[in-house]
């Protein structure tokens, strides 16, 4: 299996936002499901670059302090969840098309793993037998 790289999955992270709302616009044909996805989708694109950079910050630079990645990472997920809570509260959203959305990491890391089936340098590694 490819290794996936943080990289790969944002691309698709960005592929799946748009594709998604521009399929929950043309199947469903109404602007409340096309922006439930939308937002949905764009909150957890931007919710794992902020986690990457977080992560690749404490690690990268040994001066940081593990405090503050333990201080950021906690504060991130608050504010995510705030976001959350106040996009379904008060919002006008559909919410099975906002959990759709929501989940567009975890699809895009489905394709990943799928497309790294079918790449032709894992093949060639299970015929070598590496």
């Known amino acids: 299996m490819r290794e996936a790289t943080l990289s790969d999955i944002e691309r698709l992270n960005a592929i799946v936002l748009l594709l998604?709302?521009?399929?929950?616009?043309?199947?469903?044909r109404e602007f409340k499901h096309f922006f439930s996805f939308a937002v949905g989708s764009s909150m957890m694109v931007l919710?794992?670059?902020?986690?990457?950079?977080?992560?690749?910050?404490?690690?990268?630079?040994?001066?940081?302090?593990?405090?503050?990645?333990?201080?950021?990472l906690p504060v991130k997920f608050l504010i995510l969840v705030a976001?959350?809570?106040v996009v379904i509260v008060f919002?006008?959203?559909?919410?099975?098309?906002f959990l759709i959305g929501l989940s567009t990491v975890f699809i895009s890391i489905v394709i990943n793993q799928v497309l790294g089936i079918f790449s032709p340098a894992t093949?060639?590694?299970?015929?070598?037998g590496a």
């Open 83 to 85: 976001l959350v809570t």
């Open 91 to 97: 919002g006008d959203v559909s919410v099975t098309f």
């Open 123 to 128: 093949k060639r590694r299970q015929k070598n």
């Open 20 to 28: 998604g709302s521009v399929m929950s616009a043309v199947i469903m």
């Open 47 to 72: 919710n794992f670059r902020f986690l990457r950079k977080i992560i690749e910050g404490g690690f990268s630079n040994p001066n940081i302090s593990k405090k503050e990645v333990l201080i950021k």
